[in-house]
């Protein structure tokens, strides 16, 4: 399994993003895709979780309510809608996929795209 996220760059508080992460190989063992966030000097924090089937999403606490995950299973591509952009939310975003359905848990996935900045400015 291979992903690669799209997206990101320099956004303004309260204005929007969107990231894009296109997963291909053997997608068929995949329970789910998330999104994580690391910025300098901290912990990778969960901000959404979608299984395959969009059945169960889940959203971390600080992006509850502003930020959107969808998958779309044609295009296998996992997107993350990032509305009323705070400062806070600057960091480094990874798409990741996961056999298992603990969607929260960074220690469930498998696999990991590389990074890709999101800048917000106030």
């Known amino acids: 399994v291979q992903l690669q996220a799209f997206g990101g760059g320099l956004g303004q508080a309260g204005g929007s993003l969107r990231l894009s992460c296109a997963i291909s190989?053997?997608?068929?063992?995949?329970?789910?895709m998330g999104w994580f966030r690391q910025a300098p000097g901290k912990e990778r924090e969960f901000v959404a979780g979608?299984?395959?089937?969009?059945?169960?999403?889940e959203y971390g606490a600080s992006v509850q309510g502003r930020f959107t995950i969808s998958m779309d299973n044609v295009q296998n591509t996992a997107g993350l809608q990032m509305n009323d952009l705070k400062p806070e939310d600057t960091s480094t975003y990874y798409c990741?996929?996961?056999?298992?359905?603990?969607?929260?848990?960074?220690?469930?996935?498998?696999?990991w795209g590389q990074g890709t900045q999101v800048t917000v400015s106030s």
């Open positions: 979608i299984s395959w089937n969009s059945h169960n999403i």
């Open positions: 190989g053997n997608t068929g063992i995949v329970y789910g």
């Open positions: 990741a996929a996961t056999r298992k359905s603990s969607l929260r848990l960074r220690s469930s996935y498998d696999w």
